[in-house]
């Protein structure tokens, strides 16, 4: 499997501009997937709602619509972050297309800093599609932090985690390791670069450094902190089909729910659930 | 809360030596909490389940009344790994003793390769203890590739997870930043070094490099991957009671429990339960 990391930057709002921008680092080139970064379209630091509103799209949309074209020019899928609308809601979403179009979107769960009164919360949980043959899962960007996400990916039966982000902090990249290790699953962290100061004072600082993790914790590549970047790893995904760290220990069926206490905190302290 | 971890180099079979070793590495030191590692009067590698049964001891025996004895010395509590036996059971479990007597056991719950021939799994859960007012949690080694024990104990209000271990793999001590930072939780990883030969063959060494972890992933204390150590570290457990990486992301109240798929994972590629 030929996987093609694509880091760029964005300009805030140009669409068509940062559309035309992925086409043109993308001619010519041939891959199973194609992993962009979160928001790759649009850039990220809205000022309110209703300017995101200004520029979201439903998963039929242009967007969607133009980056099927790419797929079929690269000949697989691809995984690239978008604003989408659905009804009367905006979700900072993620889009698996193809060939032959859309397979569908996953919606970010866990919303960031500002996110929060920007989006709606993904309640479609952490989905896993079938890209010619391959189980690929997807999560965006902070909800790395969240043992929960990739887990309950390589649960369902992901072997590839495809991660779209516009990291500002820079824990992340090394956390995929740890990510990659305790799922034996391949991570494909695609990040963005350049800065967005919309709102004064609040200068955003993206991180780049986009990683390929394999199930082993060997990082196959890594992309520089800053400047746009293209990379390619090929990959045997049945890798992460072997889940065994030792001969008697498999990282999955060695789980222990009964063992475990994770229902919601309460600030008192304690869990409320067993 | 000021925190010592001793690394060190137990001898096989020569509990009444390691003990003495101990005493001794310690002697004068006043701590609040000691940490030290995995099955450190034992050593590790038993042939059998006879002669495991023959060093293992019962949670009121010598070993622990002599740790007991240790902590009042140092004016604080323990935690150290021994093997424990329990009815016919014998359990690779964790000891807290204070100045005042046992307090109770961690029993390992996830058994790392050749221990599950030797050992029981433990059941009882990952505990969370008060140790003079701090609400500490125990793990044990292996436990930490599984990102459901640390987050068992943040979710039961542990502020600092005390980590005895006896680490043959190189993963853990990297991965623990990740398991600090995914918690804002302190991690205080003991390991042994040196290195055991008992069953021919079947050679391991110890990688010590055991370290303390801020809940912003700062690395507080890191040992040598040889040689035994002694590190101090004083630590603030209320900082670990701030779960905010944004003003608005919470790393324990921002979880979803009901988006996430953690139940059994079956080898078909689906786990079971939603």
Redesign the interface.
Known sequence: MKVVMLQTSPEFGEVDRNLDDIDRRLEGVQADLVVLPELCTTGYQFRDRAELGACAEAADGRTVERMCGRAAACGGHLVFGFAERAGGRVYNAAAVVGPDGPLGTYRK??L???E?RLFD??????PVFDLGGV?VGIMVC?DW?????A??L????ALVIAHPANLV?R?CQ??M???A??NRIFTVTVNRVGTEERVPGARLTFTGSSRLVAPD?AVLADAAPDGPALLYAEIDPRRAREKH?????H???????D???????N?D???SEP
Chains 1, 2 share one sequence.
């Open positions: 769960v866990h960031f800093a500002d929060k919360p993904g309640d479609g949980g952490f189980p902070f932090i969240f043992p929960e996400a887990r309950s390589a649960l369902q039966g902090l824990y090394d956390a390791v740890t990510r290790i305790e914790g760290v030792t001969t008697t220990n990282v999955l069926t060695d789980r222990r729910p063992q475990y206490r994770l229902g919601r905190f600030p302290g304690t869990d």
